[in-house]
């Protein structure tokens, strides 16, 4: 059985409970946004994305598991694009371009990644900075840029 260890997600995590439970962005479901603050969540929905493009990038992969990681990571950041796309998102206007950017860079390496059969790296990396801005030390961190 092979399992990943994530920052923020308990260890020993096997392959299989990365399967999706219900429809796409399950993780976002009512009971959840209810109990959990919003950068939790989404630090366990982008682990969870990067996880299955790990996953997906193993020689071991089957066929399908490649784009359907591509799939969920789209799912995930249209989810995100979305949100900070409301008028009534509290992001920082700022932040909010530049995720907006990096959301439509994501969607684009993408397709670059699926039509070249190229390795989803960039797309994992990507996800994993975005968590390590989510984690609650970042909140109180100034912005670099």
């Known amino acids: 059985m092979l399992s990943l260890a994530i920052p923020g997600v308990p260890s020993g995590l096997p392959a299989s409970a990365l399967q999706r439970p219900t ?10 946004r209810e109990t959990e603050d919003p950068r939790t969540i989404e630090y366990r929905v982008l682990a969870r994305a990067a996880a299955m493009l790990e996953l997906a990038a193993l020689p071991s992969a089957g ?38 950017s990096l959301a439509r860079w994501v969607f684009a390496e993408s397709d670059r990644v699926l039509r070249a059969r190229k390795s989803p790296q960039a797309l994992i990396d990507v996800n994993r900075a975005v968590m390590l801005g989510l984690q609650p030390d970042a909140a109180a961190q100034p912005d670099p840029m």
């Not at 429809?23 to 959840?32: E, K, N, Q, R, S």
């Not at 989810?79 to 009534?88: H, I, M, Q, W």
């Open 63 to 100: 066929p399908a598991d490649l784009p359907a990681a591509i799939h969920e990571n789209r799912m995930v950041w249209t989810a995100f694009a979305a949100d900070l796309a409301e008028d009534g998102n509290s992001c920082e206007a700022t932040l909010r371009t530049r995720l907006l």
């Open 23 to 32: 429809g796409a962005l399950a993780a976002y479901g009512a009971v959840i």
